[in-house]
């Protein structure tokens, strides 16, 4: 499932902490980084990798809204909708998007390139209204500028 360099750094991070169940949320990123999403058998890996239960990895996976337990879109749009955003039209921008991207809020897109969720806050109040796209913050967004950055992301070559 996960790769030997993921598997290793998974290890590395656990070996950082006086317990290894500090490095929980830290090596589920991992796995989430290379797998896009935590499925059950990935965390069952990383669990045994960590020697711990796999039901505490299940519990904050399902608890974090930044781990995802369900397949998303190559790219995760994350519209901040906190209380500087809302008042700078970040519910304005979360349904331009969703309508660029073809889905409802905390949807996939058919083609599996977009999921779009609203987020609490990011932490971008300077930058209101912010979203974050795969972790990359983007601050003082309008239609124009998230219709540029779609495109942008559109028309990059899959990874292999």
């Given at each position: 499932m996960?790769?030997?360099?993921?598997?290793?750094?998974?290890?590395?991070?656990?070996?950082?902490?006086p317990q290894r169940r500090s490095a929980l949320l830290p090596a589920l990123q991992l796995a989430q980084d290379e797998a896009g999403w935590l499925?059950?058998?990935?965390?069952?890996?990383?669990?045994?990798?960590?020697?711990?239960?796999?039901?505490?990895?299940?519990?904050?996976?399902?608890?974090?809204?930044?781990?995802?337990?369900?397949?998303?879109?190559?790219?995760?749009?994350?519209?901040?909708n906190g209380l500087s955003c809302y008042i700078k039209g970040a519910d304005l921008l979360l349904e331009h998007i969703c309508r660029r991207a073809g889905v409802e809020p905390y949807g996939t897109s058919s083609d599996g390139l977009w999921t779009v969720e609203p987020f609490e806050c990011l932490a971008a109040c300077d930058g209101a209204p912010a979203l974050m796209v795969n972790g990359d913050l983007y601050k003082n967004m309008n239609a124009d500028q998230a219709d540029a950055l779609i495109e942008d992301l559109a028309a990059r070559p899959v990874a292999p």
């Open positions: 996960l790769s030997e360099p993921t598997r290793q750094l998974i290890v590395a991070e656990s070996i950082r902490y499925s059950r058998e990935t965390m069952e890996e990383v669990a045994s990798l960590l020697e711990t239960d796999p039901n505490a990895l299940y519990d904050l996976a399902t608890f974090y809204s930044l781990l995802h337990t369900e397949p998303v879109g190559r790219y995760v749009v994350r519209v901040c």
